[in-house]
């Protein structure tokens, strides 16, 4: 009885430790997303940056559009005016609170736009640009796993949209271990459906803060198109108030 | 009735110049007849094609309130059956219909498209309106089934058996891709028949998200299409009385140029618990066909007036050479006792009469030259969305017309007034001593 006691207590306590060395190895998905949120998270401070979308369809000549984006996260502020091709130059988006117009400098007019719009002919949306999501909030992490993707070793994990705010219903990050940096994103349609692949090859860093400044986005659905968004002139200086009202916009043009 | 009497018989004296006055002005009315008629017509074919393309021409619908977001979702199909029995409205066809706009692609082709999402086993007048030229009904057996126009097909290369994704939203706004296998190709009985894709409601729902009884709206074809808003009004005045229902005729106050935006700007103020209906009618979707039926009918009132002001210096000119040639005349009949302004009546009456032989005249010519205008089949694609079946209809106002004859006759009798003026004033000794 003694022994078969002794027995007992040896398998509970090796599933204990098994499941103990497990968990240590196994982080806090979450853990690792407010990490990664932090890193382009800016509601502390205003920035700016140019923003170039290099479009690329198939039997197509590459398209290139360009932008200036101003953002003040704390806010839920941004401007985004279109500076490339010219023939759109002067359009943009303006976010205010919980209201995004698109302003057509031709018409002269606001229309309520969604962040979940892509971007002129690119496979970048609003949304995209800005990230605005909450991980905590948003999204529901249904999986994290240790993976490798190429050289690097990183922490793969699901998520699941709990919120309308995401574009897409899931999302799988491929996050690398040693320094807390997204290299990959899949976005799946409900259905799981593969949509989109976007690729984060190059970083640089902000304020402390790394920042990813060239995306591909690979469009999955639509084969052999993907768009190009590379950051440049990034700046976190502050932006007068007037940049983040209509009448900025209209006066531009 | 001896002045009419008179003033027939000058007419018909004088047969050239009376002809070639009548003439004159039954070719104006021809014109705005013409144009007006034809107008209604082609309007009244793009608003039936429209009202096809969507299942008919009255839609009912179900929204709910959370957080103060209006959602769109109707399950209750048995209400709105009994309510439709209850309001004794007579109607071809009926469904229950869930449409999504979204892009369909194929090998790197792409096409922006609603897909209607159809019962096809209930809507047997969509069944037999749909004419395949490839595939089979049978191929529709397959729960992801798609029939597409043939224009479409042709812009995409696609044949039947083959498979198309297509990328749309969720109910929660999320991105989400489709595949559907090509069960048959219709021919597009017009330029908005290319648009026009099916798809069975049930993978529909599935793909949207919804539950495979729900639907957007329950749909039908009033068999009165010129009366919609009045049917429409007396089936919220049933729903009333069971449930929760918007206002249609608060909205057309508000915002009498676009109905819909009225109807929603009530279910954004509103509060209510589960289900509150709303009551739309094709014309309030397109508010715009019933405003460009009026532009049209004010451009031709206008051509109408502008034409005639043509016309009437013509008529003035007549009257004037009329008075010097009938002078004697005018002057025995002063001098026999006829007052003066019987005289200026006789022309008076000239003129009406001559307005009146004149429009019936362009009224039957225009009717005539419809007529034979319907005759003849067009076969061009532009043209196709006014045509019905390839063919010119039109439709006649009754109060357009009316308009349009009251200010004919009121501009011939302000033309030949001045001569009438002069014929009763003249003095009979001085008339009948003038020699031409």
């Known amino acids: 009885m003694r022994k078969n006691m002794k027995k007992i207590i040896f398998i509970v306590l090796s599933i204990f430790l098994l499941f103990s060395v497990m968990a240590e190895n196994t982080p806090d998905p979450y853990a690792i997303l407010d990490v990664l949120q932090k890193q382009y998270s800016y509601d502390d401070q205003d920035y700016s940056a140019t923003v170039t979308l290099i479009v690329e369809k198939p039997n197509q000549p590459a398209e290139q559009l360009q932008f200036k984006l101003f953002q003040r996260a704390a806010k839920k502020q941004f401007t985004m005016i279109q500076l490339l091709p010219e023939t759109d130059k002067g359009a943009g988006y303006l976010q205010d609170g919980d209201n995004l117009w698109y302003y057509d400098p031709i018409g002269r007019k606001f229309n309520h736009t969604s962040l979940k719009q892509n971007i002129g002919n690119s496979d970048a949306k609003a949304g995209d640009v800005v990230k605005e999501y909450s991980f905590r909030d948003d999204y529901e992490a249904t999986s994290i796993e240790s993976g490798k993707l190429g050289a690097f070793d990183v922490w793969i994990i699901s998520l699941k949209a709990i919120s309308s705010r995401p574009a897409y219903a899931k999302e799988v990050y491929y996050i690398r271990k040693d320094i807390t940096l997204l290299l990959k994103e899949e976005n799946y349609s409900a259905n799981d459906k593969l949509m989109r692949t976007n690729l984060y090859p190059k970083y640089t860093k902000v304020l402390d803060r790394y920042l990813p400044i060239q995306i591909i986005m690979r469009d999955e659905v639509n084969k052999g198109e993907q768009t190009q968004q590379i950051l440049s002139e990034i700046s976190t200086s502050a932006i007068p108030n007037k940049v983040f009202t209509k009448a900025y916009l209209e006066g531009l043009n | ?436």
């Open chain 2, 1 to 436: 009735m001896k002045t009419i009497g008179l003033a027939f018989r000058n007419l018909s004296r004088q047969k050239k110049r009376s002809f070639l006055l009548g003439g004159a002005i039954a070719f104006g009315f021809f014109i705005v007849t013409f144009v007006d008629a034809l107008a209604g017509g082609s309007l009244r074919n793009l608003s039936e094609q429209f009202s096809f393309l969507f299942g008919g021409n009255i839609f009912i619908q179900a929204s709910q309130k959370d957080d103060d977001k209006v959602m769109t979702l109707t399950k209750d199909a048995l209400f709105i059956e009994d309510v439709l029995k209850e309001s004794g409205i007579r109607y071809t066809a009926e469904g229950k219909r869930t449409m999504l706009f979204g892009t369909i692609i194929y090998e790197g082709q792409k096409a922006v498209t609603n897909i209607s999402g159809c019962d096809f086993e209930k809507e047997k007048r969509l069944k037999d309106s749909i004419s395949l030229v490839q595939g089979s009904w049978e191929n529709m057996q397959d729960s992801n089934a798609l029939i597409i126009g043939e224009t479409m097909a042709e812009n995409l290369g696609i044949e039947v058996g083959e498979t198309v994704l297509f990328e749309m939203q969720t109910a929660k706004d999320y991105a989400t891709v489709g595949e559907f296998k090509i069960a048959a190709i219709n021919r597009d009985p017009s330029l908005l028949g290319s648009i026009m894709v099916y798809s069975h409601i049930a993978y529909l729902n599935e793909l949207y998200e919804l539950d495979e009884d729900a639907f957007f709206f329950y749909t039908i074809m009033a068999e009165d299409h010129e009366n919609q808003d009045v049917l429409a009004n007396q089936l919220e005045a049933i729903i009333k009385k069971y449930k929760p229902v918007t206002n249609r005729l608060e909205a057309v106050k508000k915002n009498p140029l676009n109905i819909v935006r009225g109807i929603n700007e009530q279910l954004k103020e509103a509060s209510w618990e589960g289900d509150m209906y709303s009551v739309i009618t094709f014309d309030d979707q397109v508010p715009n066909i019933k405003q460009i039926l009026s532009i049209v009918q004010y451009v031709s009132l206008g051509i109408l007036i502008a034409l005639f002001l043509v016309i009437m210096i013509g008529i003035s000119n007549t009257y004037k050479m009329v008075i010097f040639e009938r002078i004697k005349e005018i002057g025995t009949m002063r001098a026999l006792g006829v007052k003066q302004k019987e005289a200026g009546r006789i022309f008076m009456w000239e003129a009406v009469l001559l307005s009146l032989f004149g429009s019936l005249v362009g009224f039957i010519v225009a009717i005539l030259g419809m007529k034979v205008l319907s005759l003849f089949t067009f076969t061009s694609e532009e043209l196709s969305l006014f045509l019905h079946n390839g063919h010119w209809t039109y439709v006649l106002n009754a109060g357009s017309i009316s308009i349009k004859l009251i200010v004919v006759v009121l501009l011939t009798m302000l033309a030949v007034r001045g001569s009438a003026k002069q014929a009763a004033k003249l003095n009979p000794a001085e008339a009948l001593r003038t020699t031409r």
